[in-house]
Nanobody, 124 residues
Framework: QVQLVESGGGLVQAGGSLRVSCAAS????????MGWFRQAPGKEREFVAA????????YYADSVKGRFTISRDNAKNTVYLQMNSLKPEDTAVYYC?????????????????WGQGTQVTVSL
């Protein structure tokens, strides 16, 4: 089993920044890619960003490219999502996820471990 615990969400004004973190336990964290997803009220959960096991490769949704940065610290079993230039449309619950297999992917169906989510609210 893999346990994922997000933290760092909150309320921020448009244009501001926020960093959310995800602490992982239960399997060899450094051997697996990780991903961030988000779900806004009334919408489906959507891919935000993914990072390879080494951190050497990253992939972003077009809606966040250039504003968000995913990173990881394998020594701390933690993955981060730095969010800059936030917009009201970024308001959502943000979920950390671990894929079934080791490779980096944006496909939600390939993730079988999920955190409880952390709320990010961006006000005007």
């Amino acid at each position: 089993q893999v346990q994922l615990v997000e933290s760092g969400g909150g309320l921020v004004q448009a244009g501001g920044s926020l960093r959310v973190s995800c602490a992982a336990s239960g399997r060899t964290f450094s051997r697996y890619a990780m991903g961030w997803f988000r779900q806004a009220p009334g919408k489906e959960r959507e891919f935000v960003a993914a990072i390879s096991w080494s951190g050497g490769s990253t992939y972003y949704a077009d809606s966040v490219k250039g504003r968000f940065t995913i990173s990881r610290d394998n020594a701390k079993n933690t993955v981060y999502l730095q969010m800059n230039s936030l917009k009201p449309e970024d308001t959502a619950v943000y979920y950390c996820a671990a894929p079934r297999f080791a490779t980096m992917t944006s496909n939600l169906d390939e993730y079988n471990y999920w955190g409880q989510g952390t709320q990010v609210t961006v006000s005007l």
